[in-house]
């Protein structure tokens, strides 16, 4: 990778063009849209050739790490390989052409697919209905918590204001419950990282419209005590709401219908191969039990039937996961997870000793290199260091039970020798730490930028390219 | 165990890890799940396909759809797009990059998303602009929480009945939840009415109004006096707009808006059944921390070079949890990229000749569909690329005779008009084809 110092908006040149466009006539048009209601500034546009473009484009990409790059151990976010079949579905223009109030009649094929998505889904993860309308992770909560509070209200039971969240839940998921009116009440984990049913069981009460649970949870760890969690909640009267975010240990193993959840959304763009996109488009359908089949359909949270060029690709992946296959994706991710944890925990400190599923926490350096004089090496700069060897950094400073989190998730998508690769790389940064942790502190070395000022970015915000002209 | 091309492992690999891992099996590792809930069926899915198989199976699927001549918006705009597009945007570094957390392998993402929200700042004439939202009608459902959020103690959002159906519909559904007081600004003559606004501003509870800039009958909105109103009263202006149409439009802080929302599908996104699209959000220097979602910004790295991270994210969900601007984190980024690529590409002439010849194919439509005598006029307001006419002849049956022609237009409004849409795709050869099918049209 290689600096790269260019934005589109330098590279403009007055009167230079990157587009075609057909000549047309339209006989007998005249008259213009009066003046009073067209922009009087032009607005602010390159111009600039195909070729910068293409170009420009090109660089950028250089600077960036996707999961073809390398290994990405981004916890809780399954970084698994996307498969290049997908996307040659999602670019099939016999799709892309389809608008999305066309007549039903025209559409046979789309309503196939949904229908063949809605049916999978529920076999894989017990629920009875699905919507796709949410498009994202933190948009299908948001949707499952509509679902709830709209399942309280139908009853006339408008008292549940208020919905558990552990402390150990990912940061949207109080969030999405603030943005649907809830009130949050955290619930307390135990020493061995679950939730202490002890701790639930007072706060359950009329007030409650229901729990949130991510299972396993952003430990990595099985909540072992869900039956007896599932029955609490609902003998107060609440519903379950399952975060699919870490599904994908349970891909193939276990479904959430079956422990009692009522909700769940799941991560198209994690546990069903779709790419991230560097932060989207991805789907985050919303799935629930028999009993809320009529809500889950009645609720429109986004433009049309969500993104539907992601729901191809899931599509895809299932059709090649099959009955067959689908049995390993989760235990082979489960695996990875396990072999990596207990190889590096003579040097990292893995705070709770217990198998893990997809993905755990170590808390740290066990030998941050730390002396009276200097400063050890944190979590920051491990991940930092990783970066010069060719990785991604795991998820850092999540969750916030462990000060030094670092949260790693490799997949069912990676073999052993990236696994020993990543293994002996961890082992030398422990290495140099133990050394000199400055090697780390001052990492990366070679990436296209070293460590930015964010704090002053943040203290004076540019959030705008703004031409000199503008600056004087 | 048959190979599978996704999983590497060989069982060998399998059997060395286990020993490390000091179990005997696979299943050794899911021995605290309660025997209960682990699955011991066989998954009711499709036997497993190969590659080949996969691509046979969409093909037919995709051949029991019919893909249309678009006549038709409503949200979903057919504008073209360029082939570089899709070639950008399917390299790898940026196709299955995440979050751009480590900002120094991710320069390529931030800077793509600094140069979207200049172009939208740009484009809204706005201050500042976050990272993209998932479509229009959520971004509009977040600018009604920020106006309440922005204007303490008041709890009613007006919205123009001008708006799509569908950003209605959503922001509704957002307004229940959160507890929200909804209220219609009527339409006067196919445009917003003001007088309906001022009459609404007397509750002295609204802190806020969404109000389309090119309304759902295609009307293009003059939205003078809105903003003095709003704000007289304490309360914001959000303008929904097509960010397509603002390059010759003028723009929401032309109008006096506060806050800028939209889908930006109309910049050379495909149809694709309604998504993925990527919605937009801006808004004035004075509501900057009031604003969802993702926002990027210039840093200097330690060596003095210029670079881009994520910044402001004290808003944000993964630091405030509950108290955050929003629950959205990432969404649409690599549409994002789409739509800057697109806009690069066009330049301001290309923009203008885009608006050109939709506004030209437009009017020459709307002109033929009148001298068929099967459609009367609604209002003799401006329009560019939609508009909307009162059909004499039955309008179900239009749209059925349209389709049965592989035609897609005369989409019925909620007043029994009929919407049709011009972009720069549509030629005369086939506008003149929809008008002879139209012309056979019987009562």
Redesign the interface.
Same mark, same amino acid.
């Given at each position: 990778?290689k600096?790269y110092?260019k934005?589109?908006?330098e590279l403009?040149r007055k009167g230079?063009?990157?587009?075609?466009?057909?000549e047309?006539?339209?006989?007998?048009?005249t008259?213009?849209?009066?003046a %009073?209601?067209?922009?009087?500034?032009? /607005?602010?546009?390159?111009?600039?050739s195909?070729v910068d473009?293409?170009r420009?484009?090109?660089n950028?990409?250089?600077?960036?790490?996707?999961?073809?790059?390398g290994f990405?151990p981004?916890g809780s976010?399954t970084?698994?390989?996307?498969?290049k079949?997908n996307?040659?579905?999602a670019?099939?223009p016999?799709?892309?052409?389809?608008?999305?109030?066309?007549?039903e009649?025209?559409?046979?094929?789309?309503k196939?697919?949904y229908d063949a998505m809605e049916?999978?889904l529920a /076999?894989?993860t017990g629920m009875k209905h699905f919507t796709f309308k949410p498009?994202?992770?933190?948009?299908g909560?948001?949707t499952g918590?509509?679902i709830m509070?709209?399942y309280h209200m139908r009853r006339g039971d408008t008292a549940r204001v208020k919905v558990i969240v552990p402390d150990s839940a990912h940061?949207?998921n109080? /969030?999405?419950?603030?943005?649907?009116?809830l009130q949050?009440v955290v619930v307390k984990s135990k020493e061995d990282g679950l939730v202490d049913v002890e701790d639930l069981k007072p706060l359950l009460g009329p007030d409650v419209a229901g729990i949130m649970m991510t299972n396993p949870n952003t430990l990595g760890?099985?909540e072992?005590d869900?039956?007896q969690i599932a029955a609490l909640v609902h003998e107060a009267g609440g519903l379950l709401y399952y975060d699919g975010a870490n599904m994908n240990p349970l891909l193939?193993? /276990?479904?959430p219908g079956?422990?009692g959840f009522d909700i769940m959304h799941l991560n198209l763009h994690k546990t069903f191969?779709t790419?991230?996109?560097?932060?989207?488009?991805?789907s985050g359908p919303v799935g629930v039990c028999d009993k809320l089949g009529d809500i889950v359909k009645s609720?429109?949270?986004?433009?049309?039937?969500?993104?539907?060029?992601?729901i191809?690709r899931a599509y895809?992946y299932?059709?090649?996961?099959?009955?067959?296959?689908?049995?390993?994706?989760g235990?082979?991710a489960?695996?990875?997870a396990?072999?990596i944890k207990?190889?590096l925990k003579d040097a990292y400190k893995l705070p709770i000793e217990?198998?893990c599923k997809h993905e755990f926490v170590f808390d740290g350096l066990i030998n941050d290199g730390g002396t009276e004089e200097k400063h050890g090496a944190t979590t920051l700069d491990v991940?930092?260091r990783l970066?010069d060897y060719g990785y991604?950094?795991p998820?850092i400073y999540?969750p916030l039970l462990f000060h030094q989190a670092m949260m790693i998730e490799p997949t069912?998508? %990676?073999?052993?020798e990236?696994l020993d690769a990543f293994i002996d790389v961890m082992h030398k940064i422990a290495a140099e730490a133990a050394e000199d942790p400055a090697i780390l502190q001052e990492a990366?070395h070679n990436?296209?930028?070293?460590?930015?000022? %964010?704090t002053? #970015? #943040?203290r004076k915000?540019?959030?705008?390219?703004q031409d000199e002209a503008l600056q004087s | 165990m048959p190979g599978f091309c996704y999983f590497p492992h060989t069982e060998e690999d399998i059997r060395e890890m286990l020993r490390k891992i000091g179990v005997d099996s696979l299943d050794d590792l899911n021995a605290d799940i309660p025997a209960d809930f682990v699955y011991k069926g066989e998954y009711d899915l499709p036997d497993a396909l190969s590659e080949q198989q996969v691509r046979e199976f969409f093909e037919g699927l995709a051949a029991k759809n019919t893909t249309l001549k678009v006549f038709a918006g409503a949200g979903a705009y057919d504008h073209y797009t360029p082939s570089v597009i899709p070639y950008i945007t399917s390299r790898s570094e940026f196709l299955t990059a995440y979050t751009p957390y480590q900002c120094e392998i991710s320069q390529g993402t931030l800077r793509y998303i600094f140069e979207f929200q200049s172009l939208v700042c740009s484009l809204t004439g706005l201050d500042v602009a976050n990272a993209s939202m998932y479509d229009g009608p959520t971004a509009a459902a977040e600018a009604m929480r920020m106006c309440v959020a922005s204007a303490r103690k008041k709890n009613t959002v007006l919205l123009s009945a001008g708006l799509l159906p569908n950003v209605r519909k959503v922001v509704e559904t957002y307004a229940k939840y959160s507890g929200i007081n909804l209220e219609y600004i009527a339409l006067k003559d196919c445009r917003t009415s003001l007088d309906s606004l001022k009459a609404l501003l007397e509750s002295g509870d609204v802190a806020g109004a969404i109000v389309p800039g090119i309304n759902r009958l295609g009307i293009i909105e003059d939205l003078s006096g809105f903003a003095d109103a709003l704000h007289g009263a304490g309360a914001l202006l959000a303008e929904y707009c097509d960010p397509s149409a603002l390059a010759v439009l003028k723009t929401p802080a032309e109008w006096g808006a506060d806050i800028a929302v939209g889908d930006a599908q109309t910049l050379g996104i495909p149809l694709c059944y309604g998504g993925p699209y990527v919605g937009f959000m801006a808004c004035t220097q004075a509501h900057m921390r009031k604003l969802p979602g993702r926002i990027v910004g210039e840093a200097r790295d330690s060596q003095g070079r210029r670079c881009f991270v994520l910044t402001l994210q004290a808003r944000e969900q993964h630091i405030r949890r509950e108290k955050a601007t929003s629950n959205i984190c990432s969404n649409q980024s690599l549409m994002a990229l789409w739509v800057t690529v697109y806009l690069s590409l066009m330049g301001p002439q290309g923009m203008k000749e885009v608006n050109d010849l939709s506004y030209a194919g437009a009017h020459y439509l709307y002109d033929r569909l009148l001298e068929t005598g099967k459609f009367r006029k609604v209002s003799d307001a401006p329009f560019l690329k939609e508009f909307a006419l009162e059909p004499l002849v039955d309008a179900k049956a239009l749209q059925n005779v349209l389709c049965e022609a592989g035609f897609f237009g005369a989409l019925l409004t909620e007043e029994g008009y009929v919407t049709f849409c011009v972009t720069e795709k549509r030629t005369k050869e086939e506008i003149d084809a929809m008008i002879d099918v139209i012309k056979e049209v019987r009562e």
């Open positions: 990778m600096y110092d934005l589109i908006f403009s230079r063009c990157g587009y075609s466009l057909p047309q006539q339209f006989p007998g048009v008259g213009a849209l009066p %009073e209601l067209l922009r009087e500034k032009p /607005a602010l546009l390159p111009e600039v195909e473009v293409v420009h484009y090109t950028l990409s250089q600077m960036n790490f996707g999961v073809d790059t990405y981004l976010c970084m698994k390989y996307n498969p079949i996307e040659e579905i670019a099939m016999a799709f892309g052409g389809l608008h999305p109030l066309q007549p009649c025209t559409l046979e094929g789309v196939e697919i049916k999978s /076999a894989i498009c994202a992770g933190a948009h909560e948001l918590l509509m509070r709209e940061g949207t109080p /969030a999405s419950a603030a943005v649907c009116g949050i760890l099985f072992r869900i039956k193939g193993v /276990a479904r079956d422990m191969s790419p991230h996109g560097g932060g989207g488009p991805g609720l429109q949270t986004s433009a049309f039937n969500g993104n539907f060029g992601v191809l895809a299932i059709l090649m996961l099959g009955r067959q296959n689908i049995k390993m994706a235990k082979l489960t695996l990875n396990n072999y207990e190889s217990s198998v991940a930092k970066l991604h950094a998820t999540f069912e998508t %990676e073999s052993k990236t990366p990436a296209p930028i070293t460590r930015p000022d %964010e002053a #970015a #943040a915000p540019i959030l705008k390219y | -």
